[in-house]
């Protein structure tokens, strides 16, 4: 398999739409890497959809890392993103280096992905890219930080909003970023920041006419339904699917229907 670079990456922009999907473990990754999935993301989400926290808060780079080294050795050849969770990097530049080298040196991440655009973050970025460490950025609800401030809702309704985002994209790309995710904001916004960059938009939430999409695993096959946000669209129910399968082995074993002849050594 060939294998994705950034500047692959940034060629496939206004050639084909770029397809990123979070994976979080052994198996989801191997799912990824089989179904073609241009960019394995291993985002933070995975504090609520795996772990059950109630935001991404909470989520360590211990255990960031567990969950990245799993990914790689499920997609050996994918391009991957590691999430920097909160406080990995806001802390200083010398932080976010030395976070963001574990992911990259130890745990076989491709590139990272850190959220917002304030000076702090562009200098992060500028930083990274400096030591030969691919960086994403990440803007419009920034979870990380909304979740506080405003709280989870549609970014860049309003017209200083929405320059503020125009201008935080292009200094992202500025500082080295090889692609931005856009998430929650107006398609009509998505569109104008996708074509006002020369790299890569990767939407989620921002409409039809971004670079690329990206989606969280769970929500696509439908395993967490404690948020369902309208962005998503669940192409199955893999809660249902789990649950009936579990349900029936319960049922046999109880029934003395499991093991079957064909589970047995003679
Ligand atoms: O953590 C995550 O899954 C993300 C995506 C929503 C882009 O950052």
Same mark, same amino acid.
């Given at each position: 398999? *060939?294998?994705? #670079?950034?500047?692959?990456?940034?060629?496939?922009?206004?050639?084909?739409?770029?397809?990123?999907? #979070?994976?979080?473990?052994?198996?989801?990754?191997?799912?990824?890497?089989?179904?073609?999935?241009?960019?394995?993301?291993?985002?933070?989400?995975?504090?609520?959809?795996?772990?059950?926290?109630?935001?991404?808060?909470?989520?360590?780079?211990?255990?960031?890392?567990?969950?990245?080294?799993?990914?790689?050795?499920?997609?050996?050849?994918?391009?991957?993103? !590691?999430?920097?969770?909160?406080?990995?990097?806001?802390?200083?530049?010398?932080?976010?280096?030395?976070?963001?080298?574990?992911?990259?040196?130890?745990?076989?991440?491709?590139?990272?992905?850190?959220?917002?655009?304030? *000076?702090?973050?562009?200098?992060?970025?500028?930083?990274?890219? *400096? !030591?030969?460490?691919?960086?994403?950025?990440?803007?419009?609800? #920034?979870?990380?930080?909304?979740?506080?401030?405003?709280?989870?809702?549609?970014?860049?309704?309003?017209?200083?909003?929405?320059?503020?985002?125009?201008?935080?994209?292009?200094?992202?790309? *500025?500082?080295?970023?090889?692609?931005?995710?856009?998430?929650?904001?107006?398609?009509?916004?998505? !569109?104008?920041?996708?074509?006002?960059?020369?790299?890569?938009?990767?939407?989620?939430? !921002?409409?039809?006419?971004?670079?690329?999409?990206?989606?969280?695993?769970?929500?696509?096959?439908? #395993?967490?339904?404690?948020?369902?946000?309208?962005?998503?669209?669940?192409?199955?129910?893999?809660?249902?699917?789990?649950?009936?399968?579990?349900?029936?082995?319960?049922?046999?074993?109880?029934?003395?229907?499991?093991?079957?002849?064909?589970?047995?050594?003679?």
């Amino acid at each position: 398999m *060939d294998v994705l #670079t950034v500047k692959k990456i940034k060629e496939m922009k206004g050639r084909q739409p770029i397809v990123m999907l #979070t994976a979080y473990d052994y198996i989801s990754a191997r799912i990824c890497q089989a179904c073609g999935v241009d960019i394995i993301l291993v985002g933070d989400s995975l504090a609520m959809t795996l772990l059950g926290y109630d935001s991404t808060l909470p989520v360590t780079m211990d255990e960031m890392g567990i969950f990245v080294s799993a990914v790689r050795r499920g997609a050996k050849d994918a391009f991957i993103v !590691a999430d920097m969770p909160f406080m990995s990097y806001q802390a200083s530049i010398e932080q976010a280096l030395k976070n963001a080298g574990r992911f990259i040196k130890f745990c076989g991440a491709s590139a990272v992905k850190i959220e917002g655009a304030s *000076d702090h973050t562009l200098s992060v970025v500028d930083r990274l890219v *400096d !030591a030969g460490i691919q960086v994403m950025g990440h803007i419009g609800l #920034t979870p990380q930080s909304s979740i506080f401030k405003d709280g989870y809702k549609v970014k860049g309704r309003d017209f200083s909003e929405a320059r503020e985002l125009m201008a935080q994209a292009k200094a992202l790309e *500025d500082a080295g970023c090889f692609a931005i995710v856009l998430e929650c904001v107006p398609e009509p916004l998505g !569109a104008d920041i996708s074509d006002a960059v020369g790299i890569p938009v990767i939407g989620i939430g !921002a409409g039809r006419f971004c670079d690329g999409q990206v989606l969280v695993f769970s929500d696509v096959v439908g #395993t967490y339904d404690r948020v369902i946000p309208r962005f998503v669209r669940r192409y199955c129910d893999g809660l249902s699917l789990f649950r009936q399968a579990v349900e029936e082995y319960v049922t046999q074993v109880r029934k003395g229907e499991f093991p079957g002849e064909e589970n047995v050594y003679k």
